[in-house]
């Protein structure tokens, strides 16, 4: 016992006393380089180069951005509420709201059942299906709305069915909610698979065992868990609804009042050079563009604290 | 309760996590399953639990099926990990959780709970922490959550996953004594994973060795530490020095030579010799059967260990012995060695 005692004390004395000076050596170092930012470039190639990022910014986004506001206000208040309240512009409206509430609300259950059983589960034909909820952002957008014409066209696959139960899709408000769902498919999954995949399984896990029904954990763990995900993920679905031109341009028929969303309808009143009314229209989707900016940072905001 | 585990296999396509395992665990018994990673421990845990289930065997409490119930109604307490806290709770709806979600005649009402929560709080000391998030803790602040959380749905047994493998060792060494003496007050059958030896030996009544899927022993930790019944064993826990021998005519051989130890019922074949380094002793190298060169000393804490060379074995053999205060050995010296205790088994 006694033996021990003094090999310890002996190699605690020493240990005090070389590394006392070893420490004081190493802040002094840190003193003299602190400070010193670790960064080469020089100050006028910083500049430069933030100029330049900045003008690309300002003329590609800033400034189409500004042109729409001025065109839309060019003739003053009066003519562009007299443009919105049009009655094509109103209808245009509505079935747009009509058409984003249909496809997020049916992407939304659509992306957390596929990333609950992506994320959750081992089953066969997993890879596929991820690469399978990818495909409406490599396929153009056009090709999608013509697929569904071939398939739901008077001329299409389904045609004799489709007219002996005189149900219409394409030229109609299914045929342009298919269009938008098939385009908007992507973004709630991709959102949540990730998230979903990273935080695993133990916390539903343990709301199991702590007697918990299935319904119940994903209610009051799994849900609450995703949640600014999801809803991050409903913004950029509902903004890339309203704002689809291509599929739905192909499965619409353009009627007036009818069928036109507000990106048809502002390519309308452009064609027909009513350029206040068009742009009063585009404004509209602008603003939106704006609004799910702002949300966005927020979103990203909140799921960065999250995160930590 | 007691929990018999009878007879189970469980595989993961081709390998065998569980192979055959057979274990009795008796109420009121804290039990630890150690083993390295991969050797079946939390798969068995999981198993218990009703996390997971055997290709077959059979999981009893007290007598009755287990394997017909699910997780939820097994009424186990399971601690994770990782914790497994759900993150956008505060402490107290965290503890509140497996309560809250009761349906049916066994719904407390909202009195009750706080008074349940409040009690279990206090138990695991963190009364203070009631309204905290989970990443607002620190991680043996977590530990203590889980904990009150599986313990809120009053468990009979105590199912410990990794329980302390996520904390420094400082905090380890203090929660480990707590959770001895938690154990030791609640009404409980505890089962804990771990495959830190230390942990084990220190906190259970009784500790299984696991390796490859299959129970190697198990006993009291003195009996595993003093006792190993396979070299896995004597591996596995504590330190061990390693010796290549053989048994020749109920003779032990060292690299040709006779060692003159007893080989301890092994029938003729390689052997292995296996000792702690604190049971060997330094001797002078003429007068033993093993010696070698010593290649360097090091010093850690209160003792001194000699790496040695063993001479005449075939291939470098390299063990460690622990050096007597007071005696300075310069690499290089030729020393005997001479093992005081020592288990010998077929290799």
């Given at each position: 016992m006694n033996a021990l005692d003094q090999t310890s004390g002996h190699t605690v004395a020493h240990g005090a006393s070389e590394g006392l000076p070893s420490a004081l050596e190493q802040s002094h170092t840190y003193a003299t380089h602190r400070g010193r930012p670790v960064r080469t470039e020089p100050r006028a190639v910083r500049i430069v180069l933030t100029v330049i990022a900045l003008a690309f910014v300002g003329l590609f986004i800033g400034l189409p951005l500004v042109t729409v506001f001025y065109e839309a206000f060019k003739r003053g208040w009066q003519a562009y509420v007299a443009a919105l309240v049009a009655p094509d512009a109103l209808a245009a409206i509505q079935l747009t709201l009509i058409v984003a509430a249909i496809s997020v609300v049916a992407n939304l259950l659509f992306g957390l059942v596929a990333a609950w059983s992506i994320a959750k589960f081992e089953f066969p034909g997993k890879t596929f299906l991820i690469t399978l909820i990818d495909l409406p952002f490599s396929v153009s957008p056009v090709v999608a709305g013509l697929v569904y014409v071939l398939l739901f066209?008077?001329?299409?696959?389904?045609a004799a069915y489709l007219q002996a139960w005189d149900i219409k899709i394409i030229f109609a408000l299914p045929g342009i909610v298919l269009a938008t769902i098939f385009v908007t498919f992507p973004f709630v999954a991709r959102e949540l698979i990730p998230l979903m995949q990273e935080q695993g399984t133990a916390e539903e896990e343990a709301a199991i065992s702590l007697g918990a029904s299935g319904l119940s954990t994903f209610f009051r763990v799994t849900l609450p868990n995703v949640k600014w995900a999801l809803l991050y993920g409903v913004l950029l679905c509902n903004a890339r609804a309203m704002g689809e031109f291509g599929a739905v341009s192909v499965v619409?028929?353009?009627?007036?009042?009818?069928?036109?969303?507000m990106p048809l309808h502002i390519e309308i009143l452009y064609n027909e050079y009513q350029f206040v009314a068009s742009f009063a229209v585009a404004s509209l989707l602008a603003l939106l563009a704006l609004v799910t900016l702002i949300a966005k940072t927020i979103l990203e905001h909140r799921l960065a604290e999250e995160d930590r | 309760m007691t929990i018999d585990v009878v007879g189970v296999t469980k595989r993961f396509k081709t390998f065998a996590?569980?192979?055959n395992v057979s274990l009795t665990i008796r109420t009121g018994e804290l039990v630890a399953l150690l083993g390295p990673s991969g050797s079946g421990k939390t798969t068995l845990l999981r198993i218990i639990a009703g996390l997971e289930w055997p290709d077959s065997g059979e999981v009893r409490f007290d007598g009755e099926?287990?394997?017909?119930?699910s997780v939820r109604e097994r009424n186990v307490g399971f601690v994770f990990q990782h914790y497994a806290?759900?993150?956008?709770?505060n402490v107290f709806e965290n503890v509140a959780f497996g309560l809250r979600v009761r349906r049916g005649a066994d719904k407390l009402p909202e009195a009750a709970i706080r008074a349940k929560v409040n009690e279990l709080l206090h138990l695991v000391q963190i009364d203070w922490l009631a309204e905290r998030y989970p990443a607002q803790l620190s991680g043996g602040q977590r530990q203590r959550v889980a904990l009150a959380r599986a313990l809120a749905i009053s468990p009979k047994v105590l199912l410990l996953d990794e329980p302390f493998g996520a904390l420094d060792a400082k905090v380890r060494k203090e929660l480990r004594r707590w959770l001895r003496h938690l154990h030791e007050e609640l009404p409980v059958t505890s089962v804990l994973v771990t495959h830190d030896q230390e942990e084990a030996l220190e906190l259970a009544d009784r500790v299984v060795v696991m390796g490859h899927g299959k129970i190697e022993q198990v006993g009291s930790p003195g009996e595993v530490y003093d006792n190993p019944a396979t070299a896995f064993v004597h591996d596995f826990i504590g330190e061990t020095i390693a010796l290549p021998g053989e048994v020749k005519g109920g003779a032990l051989y060292l690299g040709g030579r006779?060692?003159?130890?007893?080989?301890?019922?092994?029938?003729?074949g390689p052997a292995r010799i296996l000792a702690r380094p604190h049971d060997v002793d330094l001797a002078d190298p003429s007068a033993s059967a093993i010696s070698g060169k010593v290649l360097s000393v090091r010093t850690f804490g209160p003792t001194r260990r000699a790496d040695v060379q063993l001479n005449g074995s075939s291939g470098p053999v390299v063990v460690e012995a622990a050096v007597p205060h007071g005696q300075d050995l310069a690499p290089g010296t030729e020393v005997g060695l001479k093992p005081r205790r020592y288990k010998v088994f077929a290799a």
């Open positions: 066209g008077s001329q299409g696959l389904f619409s028929g353009h009627v007036r009042g009818l069928t036109n969303t | 996590a569980l192979d099926d287990a394997l017909s119930r806290l759900f993150r956008h709770m006779a060692l003159g130890l007893d080989p301890q019922g092994v029938a003729d």
